[in-house]
């Protein structure tokens, strides 16, 4: 892991957005990269920094009472673990396609390509419904080549060719914030576990084990633009605190 000087974060951010245009639906929609930044921090500095937050930044409005929000998300890979080796040997341009959903809430269901180059970032989702998303997870492809969302039709190229396929189910809770100067989104991951059966996904009870040696620690995330404001990097600011390129899917990898 490599020490994070966070109070110099400004020199991280990027005078050059990496603009993608798509077209959906009939319309051009500009994407853009962005900042993503993780860091390990122990439960104690967690809730201290917590509070600071809280006093600057807005809670996501898409959370329960709690201010928390449960994510599953069903990660595909091929044989070759090709997702997996290219994060493990640090490859600099990577994707990984997932399909998720929110608090055990099937109506909502979203099939998404992430993209990564370093520290950048960019996603590109698709809504899909419930029915869809059990056909793909029982390996009947064929209608998705011809399905108005472009990524669908781009998973189903891929299944073919790469031969991806569902791999492992990934859990945790997400406590987020957000700041509109920036558009930056600070976020709070806990409980992360795993389950390598694709049969679970999309049922409300899911049999799962812990996938982190320090199940308390909080996996912190900072997303943002093109900048971070100044009063951000101060919140977050902790001097033991290491910035480090944690996923997810890797560490629920390590059990199959």
Request: a positive charge.
């Amino acid at each position: 892991m490599q020490a994070l000087p966070l109070a110099n974060l400004r020199f991280l951010t990027t005078k050059v957005q990496l603009l993608l245009s798509v077209k959906r639906e009939g319309m051009i929609q500009e994407k853009h990269y962005r900042h993503e930044l993780k860091f390990s921090v122990p439960y104690a500095e967690y809730l201290a920094m917590r509070e600071r937050l809280r006093k600057v930044m807005t809670v996501d409005p898409h959370t329960s009472a709690d201010g928390l929000y449960q994510i599953r998300s069903i990660y595909f890979d091929n044989d070759e673990d090709k997702a997996l080796r290219e994060k493990v040997d640090g490859i600099g341009k990577r994707e990984k396609f997932r399909i998720r959903y929110y608090n055990d809430d099937f109506s909502f269901i979203t099939l998404e390509k992430k993209m990564k180059i370093n520290n950048l970032c960019l996603k590109y989702d698709a809504r899909i419904t419930e029915k869809e998303c059990r056909t793909i997870l029982d390996g009947n492809l064929d209608w998705m080549k011809t399905h108005p969302e472009e990524l669908v039709r781009e998973l189903y190229a891929k299944m073919r060719y790469q031969r991806l396929r569902p791999r492992v189910l990934v859990s945790y809770v997400r406590e987020p914030y957000i700041y509109k100067a920036g558009n930056v989104r600070v976020t709070f991951d806990s409980a992360i576990r795993t389950s390598l059966y694709s049969q679970e996904f999309l049922t409300k009870t899911v049999s799962d084990i812990s996938a982190t040696d320090a199940p308390k620690d909080m996996i912190l995330e900072v997303k943002y633009d093109a900048f971070l404001p100044e009063i951000i990097q101060d919140l977050v600011q902790v001097p033991c605190l290491r910035q480090q390129a944690f996923s997810k899917y890797g560490a629920c990898r390590r059990y199959g």
